[in-house]
């Protein structure tokens, strides 16, 4: 059965199969979670980006790690908080579940995880946090020996000690 943890730290530097990015539809880069990404991968991880045409919000893509400590990054797009009526909620826990499907397929057995939609796209967080745990743990239920570790990596204080008090 799958451990999930929880950390305060940099994705960027988290030795694990695959990280998950925060990206945007266009898949060519961005702020936050994803310029720490690119710019930790370097290069190559623009152009490998370049040839995947996007992707949709709560659907993933794969790519290679580059220069990152993981063999791959899983690039998942988080929808935008518009006020909750406009189906966020599904669409955050299909870009988790996608991640997650994804990562399977590759025979990924540690994933790291940023928490997705809580910066620039608005999320609010504590709502953020019961998505990401619920929807994960489902699926480690569901997928009982595909995956050894999903670790949550917190970048701030509040996130921490929201997934601190879930998964506890
Ligand atoms: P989104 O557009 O999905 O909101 P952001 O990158 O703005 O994406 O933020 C998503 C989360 O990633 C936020 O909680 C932010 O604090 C966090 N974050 C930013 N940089 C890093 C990093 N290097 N490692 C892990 N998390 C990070």
Redesign the pocket.
């Known amino acids: 059965m799958a451990k999930l943890t929880v950390i305060k730290g940099?994705?960027?530097l988290q030795e694990v199969d695959a990280i998950v990015n925060?990206a945007n539809t266009s898949l060519l880069g961005g702020?936050?979670?994803?310029g720490?990404i690119h710019l930790a991968a370097g290069p190559g991880l623009v152009d490998a980006c370049k040839k995947l045409n996007g992707c949709a919000t709560g659907e993933a893509k794969i790519t290679e790690g580059f220069r990152l400590q993981s063999q791959y990054v899983i690039h998942t797009v988080?929808p935008v908080w518009h006020g909750g009526n406009d189906n966020e909620e599904l669409l955050l826990s299909n870009a988790y579940h996608s991640s997650l499907s994804l990562a399977v397929r590759y025979g990924v057995r540690t994933i790291a995880f940023?928490?997705?939609?809580?910066?620039?796209?608005g999320f609010p967080k504590h709502l953020a946090a019961q998505i990401a745990t619920e929807t994960v743990q489902r699926f480690v239920d569901e997928h009982p020996s595909a995956i050894d570790e999903v670790r949550f990596?917190c970048?701030?204080e509040e996130?921490y000690n929201l997934y601190n008090d879930l998964i506890a």
Do not use: E, K, Q, R
């Open positions: 940099d994705i960027t925060a702020g936050g979670v994803d720490a988080g940023p928490n997705i939609s809580t910066g620039v796209y990596v970048f701030d996130n």
